[in-house]
């Protein structure tokens, strides 16, 4: 195969989880030009990435549909030998419904599913990881070992954040999340971090949209030595300190898979949703937070609620710090 394109159009997360499928595919096909296809917005994580040809951006928040028929012609003039659709749903499925390439491999719960030539279950639940699930899609092109995800932070993301690296021992802490009930609350936080031993220092990560969070949590912890970083790191410089970190603590979203993407020490806490899902942390040295005991209303859903359904929110409340 001379030319293979894969898409995952989703989230950050996601995009991390789908760079097995590059690594796999690198290792079998050494010289084939691997393209990736990708929501604006998420370009920054695969920009160094060394087994990506070309990056293809699809602007789904401006003139969608416009820039949909765009990228679809894009795909066609390019000619692809092999596409391996990770993303499950409509729009990816027309876009590999249209690619003219030559062989298609996607998830079956994709509604133009009936386009592609290998179909793989996609099922949530069963103790399988998504990792496992998107290399799959590719088994019968590679083999069916396991590759963990991987990112690949520039030089100049390591001297960025060289200052703060230095400052050992340090501790990095994702706080907040896009879904309020996949989100440890500020407070439960505050205790946590309180036990750490005073020589830590802690850098609290996130978006430029989760300063403020960020701020009360740096407030409520007094004088405590802690920075708050949200706003000011691109997302491979945020996993270029995490890679030297001794512990990093996130919810179950995207920094959980930034952690595991460079074999970084993680602590993930899982509110609403579950580590059977398949979305846990793959780092070698890894531990899981949430209730001890069953909970009737968890989990409550696969990606979270901005309210909690039943007003109490015990399955964060209730895990113990």
């Known amino acids: 195969m001379n030319k293979i394109l894969v898409i995952q159009t989703a989230f950050i997360g996601d995009v991390i989880l789908a760079t097995p499928v590059l690594e796999k ?3 079998f096909y050494p010289d084939a030009k691997i393209d990736f296809l990708l929501r604006k917005g998420n370009e920054d994580l695969l920009l160094q990435h060394p087994f990506i040809n070309s990056l293809l951006i699809w602007d789904k928040k401006e003139n969608k549909i416009a820039n949909l028929f765009k990228i679809i012609q894009r795909v066609r003039n390019n000619k692809y030998d092999l ?14 419904l249209f690619s003219g390439a030559k062989i298609k491999s996607g998830f079956d719960k994709n509604p133009f599913s009936f386009c592609y030539d290998f179909r793989s279950r996609h099922t949530i639940g069963n103790n399988s990881h998504e990792v496992e699930r998107n290399l799959l899609l590719i088994e019968k092109f590679t083999d069916s ?8 932070p520039a030089g100049s993301d390591d001297e960025k954040v060289k200052e703060y690296a230095a400052r050992t021992p340090y501790v990095t802490v994702s706080p907040t999340s896009v879904w309020f ?8 936080w505050v205790k946590l971090l309180r036990k750490l031993e005073p ?83 793959l780092s070698d040295n890894a531990a899981i937070l949430e209730i ?3 909970l009737y209303c968890r989990p409550c859903g696969l990606h979270g609620y901005r309210i909690c359904p039943k007003g109490h929110f015990k399955c964060a409340e209730d895990i113990i710090t």
């Open 25 to 27: 595919l690198h290792r």
């Open 145 to 152: 070992s396991l590759v963990k995800p991987k990112l690949y």
């Open 83 to 96: 596409l391996v659709n990770i993303h499950r749903f409509a729009t990816s499925g027309l876009i590999a």
């Open 199 to 281: 020589a830590y220092v802690i850098y609290l990560l996130g978006g430029a949209g989760d300063v403020q969070p960020c701020e009360w949590i740096r407030k409520e912890l007094g004088e405590r030595k802690v920075e708050n970083l949200a706003g000011k790191l691109s997302f491979l410089q945020s996993a270029a300190l995490m890679q030297t970190a001794v512990m990093n603590y996130t919810n179950d979203s995207a920094p959980l898979h930034m952690a595991s993407a460079m074999n970084a020490p993680v602590t993930a806490v899982f509110c609403s949703t579950v580590p059977a899902f398949g979305f846990g942390p």
């Open 181 to 188: 009930t996949k989100q440890f609350p500020a407070h439960k």
């Open 292 to 294: 001890d005991h069953p």
